[in-house]
């Protein structure tokens, strides 16, 4: 059945009344046109601020054709359906979140609401799938470790992961050289420590943003840079052969505190026609990505992540968690610390 504005007036009135959460919780405004749903944004802004709300909440758009679109203040569309029932827990879930303070909190109270709801929040998808196994470990001890010093680009502004179809690996050092490392040092097998050893560390520390650091950690290959050197990979044919199906970048630029992820898969950028993805936009409690999108099982990770880790304060942390958890990317942490990750200079132009 196509979803009217009088069809989702009428269930929501029916959804908040029967629940004291929802009691006295009015549908958030509703636009049938983008130039409708620009003033609903701008009166939001506007409420929001009298109140000294940092939460602008919930606008609705419907189309023509029965699709529901929910959009929080000036960010992009969060989701987009044409299931009556999906648009009423989406709608409930942004209003409760609204109402309690914190994370395992909202899943409480949409499980009051109704046991279905409270799973569908803590599993961070829009179906009832079951339940995801909690983390049982620290964090820190994966991926995370590196999110907060690469908030200020240490140890790189860039980290750049690959991995190859199954049954293969992406060559660590032929990816390095392509990128534009000195052969010699690859060959070596020169590592960051030798780097740093030069010259009582001077050397390195005038030269580290011409320098990169590779290898292989679950199942990826990782190069880790701050820039690369004109006509690097320029050898188009030599970087497809080394089998590259999927990469992931992560990009920091901490003057400016943009912090940037770009997955592709198959020559296609999986971000929902969003571009580039910019990680300043996560909020605790708060699926970064478009809802049911391409993106929806890192949606699923952050939420398992906050919820297996409340002592996790850092959103950083927490969305690499989920990287890791969904993704696999991982990088050695005592291979950084004690200097044994592989590492070069850019070789000279």
């Given at each position: 059945m196509k979803i009217t504005k009088s069809a989702l007036a009428e269930a929501w009135q029916r959804t908040a009344a029967g629940h004291a959460l929802l009691h006295g919780v009015a549908l958030p405004p509703l636009a049938l046109s983008e130039d409708e749903l620009e003033e609903c944004v701008e009166r939001a802004w506007e409420a929001a601020e009298a109140a000294g709300a940092e939460d602008v909440g919930l606008c609705l758009l419907l189309d023509p054709d029965g699709t529901v679109h929910g959009q929080h203040g000036e960010y992009r569309e969060v989701f987009a359906t044409r299931d009556l029932e999906q648009a009423i827990y989406l709608i409930a879930e942004a209003a409760v979140r609204q109402r309690v303070d914190g994370v395992a909190e909202t899943a409480d109270a949409l499980e009051r609401i109704d046991p279905a709801w409270g799973r569908r929040f803590r599993t961070g998808g829009l179906d009832n799938t079951g339940t995801v196994?909690?983390?049982?470990?620290?964090?820190?001890?994966?991926?995370?470790?590196?999110?907060?010093?690469?908030?200020?680009?240490?140890?790189?502004?860039?980290?750049?992961?690959?991995?190859?179809?199954?049954?293969?690996?992406?060559?660590?050092?032929?990816?390095?050289?392509?990128?534009?490392?000195?052969?010699?040092?690859?060959?070596?097998?020169?590592?960051?420590?030798?780097?740093?050893?030069?010259?009582?560390?001077?050397?390195?520390?005038?030269?580290?943003?011409?320098?990169?650091?590779?290898?292989?950690?679950?199942?990826?290959?990782?190069?880790?840079?701050h820039e690369t050197p004109p006509g690097a990979y320029a050898d188009k044919e030599a970087y497809a052969a080394l089998g590259i199906e999927e990469s992931v970048w992560?990009?920091?630029?901490?003057?400016?505190?943009?912090?940037?992820?770009?997955?592709?898969?198959?020559?296609?950028?999986?971000?929902?026609?969003?571009?580039?993805?910019?990680?300043?936009?996560?909020?605790?409690?708060?699926?970064?990505?478009?809802?049911?999108?391409?993106?929806?099982?890192?949606?699923?990770?952050?939420?398992?992540?906050?919820?297996?880790?409340?002592?996790?304060?850092?959103?950083?942390?927490?969305?690499?968690?989920?990287?890791?958890?969904?993704?696999?990317?991982?990088?050695?942490?005592?291979?950084?610390?004690?200097?044994?990750?592989?590492?070069?200079?850019?070789?000279?132009?």
């Open positions: 196994e909690a983390c049982g470990r620290d964090p820190l001890e994966g991926l995370a470790w590196i999110a907060g010093s690469w908030r200020q680009q240490d140890p790189y502004t860039n980290l750049a992961f690959f991995r190859a179809t199954p049954g293969r690996t992406v060559d660590d050092e032929q990816l390095a050289l392509l990128y534009g490392a000195d052969p010699a040092q690859v060959a070596a097998g020169t590592r960051l420590k030798d780097l740093q050893a030069v010259d009582n560390g001077r050397t390195y520390w005038d030269r580290q943003w011409e320098s990169c650091c590779f290898g292989q950690a679950g199942g990826w290959t990782y190069l880790l840079y992560l990009s920091a630029t901490s003057a400016k505190a943009i912090y940037t992820f770009d997955y592709m898969r198959n020559d296609h950028r999986v971000d929902d026609d969003w571009g580039i993805l910019e990680l300043i936009w996560y909020e605790r409690g708060r699926a970064p990505y478009l809802r049911g999108g391409e993106l929806d099982f890192l949606n699923r990770a952050v939420r398992r992540a906050e919820l297996d880790h409340p002592e996790t304060t850092d959103t950083f942390q927490l969305y690499f968690h989920a990287l890791e958890q969904s993704l696999g990317l991982r990088l050695p942490r005592r291979d950084f610390a004690e200097g044994e990750v592989r590492a070069a200079y850019w070789a000279a132009g």
